[in-house]
């Protein structure tokens, strides 16, 4: 059985990997192959990964695939844990040392304790298929990485193949451990592929944190179209959808708090501007709070393809005060616009007078519904009941006159 990782690790990868192990198991395959190319990941998932891989009665080979490919930090972790640890040509290994997201990065003790324990475990993982444990220990303290033709000089990995075939070819007969125990592989060039749904590849997707960051920024435009245009339906529900799926991504990847604090106090600041115009006032200060929230929501991290503050807070900045400024010209030239009402359809109506006013020189009509002030156009005198006709029209003021009899 194939299994395909490409990406960070993360909590969706380490459920679609424990259940490809899991059905491996259940139809008892001969041999579970993770194709593997990862900058790292999590902790909490790579462990999960590795738990999965250990605990397998059927031998798992971790395949860093294809070449260009990489297994570092996290990814190092899951080859040293498998059965039988493989890379295709040009491709490396290792920069395992642990690094600390969404607080706390400074601290030096943290930080050696993480350092010195995930030292430990790998070291644990090597020894149990007598493999290199020095080096991959070097790995975690000292960052250390080195590329197939090392690795395999260095017994960090078992095997260099181009390919499947040629990694079953060179595999077939081998002895390696699984579950703590020893089995030899009896291999046939005869793969199953076990995919990732679309639903995980779309959670996946949107883990990665420039995703979640885009995400976070549709949800905003959405909600401050909507408000500032209500009842168009659409960009309110696509805001709140993308909210929604941006809440779930930072379930799994690990952010700052106070960054998505200063994000929301930005929506607030422009969604006040909407309804209470500060002449720009509150649009700056929310583009300000919006920057730094930006620049503290995820700390920058090529291990777990954590952006560049650079490549999100400022893009995003300039669009929202793209948008926030069109918006605000387009509310103020509506309020500058003058009322224009159709006064067509109620010319040559006959309407009956409900109030006489100002000695009779200003009357209240009963039209469509409602009452209309009205002028009269002639000196007749005129009462409540008579019927009058509309001749024109100024503003909000009917001209009326009697109604010409037979």
């Known amino acids: 059985m194939v299994l395909q990782v490409s990406g960070a690790i993360d909590p969706v990868v380490a459920r679609y990997i424990k259940s490809g192990i899991d059905s491996a198991n259940t139809r008892n395959m001969s041999l579970v192959v993770i194709e593997l190319d990862t900058p790292g990941g999590l902790d909490q998932s790579m462990r999960e990964i590795v738990q999965s891989i250990l605990t397998s009665k059927v031998p798992v080979a971790s395949y860093v695939y294809p070449s260009g490919a990489r297994a570092a930090s996290a990814g190092t972790f899951i080859v040293e844990a498998s059965s039988l640890a493989v890379m295709s040509p040009n491709t490396s290994i290792g920069a395992a040392h642990p690094v600390m997201i969404g607080g706390g990065g400074n601290d030096k003790i943290l930080l050696e304790k993480a350092a010195q324990d995930a030292a430990s475990y790998i070291r644990s993982l090597a020894k149990i298929h007598g493999r290199n444990e020095n080096w991959v220990q070097n790995s975690v303290l000292k960052s ?87 009842g168009l339906i659409f960009p309110g529900v696509i805001g709140f959808i993308c909210i929604i799926l941006s809440l779930f991504a930072l379930g799994n990847i690990p952010f700052n708090v106070t960054g998505l604090i200063l994000i929301g106090f930005a929506i607030v600041l422009f969604i006040t ?131 010409e009899k037979d």
Do not use: C
Not at 338 to 366: A, H
């Open 144 to 230: 250390q990485s080195i590329n197939d033709s090392e690795a395999l000089k260095e017994h960090v990995i078992d095997i260099i193949a181009n390919d499947l075939n040629s990694l079953v070819s060179q595999a077939n007969g081998r002895t390696v451990i699984a579950n703590n125990a020893k089995t030899t592989l009896n291999l046939e060039p005869n793969y199953v592929y076990y995919k990732m749904s679309f639903f995980e590849y779309f959670l996946h997707l949107i883990s990665n944190p420039t995703v979640a960051s885009i995400l976070i920024m549709i949800g905003i435009y959405g909600i401050i179209f909507e408000l500032a245009s209500p």
């Open 273 to 403: 501007e909407i309804f209470v115009p500060s002449f720009g006032i509150l649009t700056a200060g929310g583009i300000i709070s919006l920057i730094f929230g930006m620049f503290m929501l995820f700390e920058p991290s090529e291990r777990l393809g954590y952006p560049s503050a650079l490549t999100v807070a400022i893009p995003a900045a300039l669009l929202t005060s793209i948008l926030i400024a069109i918006l605000f010209y387009l509310v103020l030239g509506t309020r500058r616009k003058k009322p224009f009402v159709d006064s067509s359809y109620v010319i040559n109506r006959e309407v009956e007078v409900k109030d006489v006013r100002e000695n009779g020189r200003l009357l209240l009509v009963f039209f469509d519904g409602e009452l209309w002030s009205a002028k009269p156009v002639d000196s007749e005198s005129y009462k409540v009941g008579d019927t009058v006709k509309v001749v024109g029209k100024e503003g909000i003021l009917l001209k009326v006159k009697r109604v």
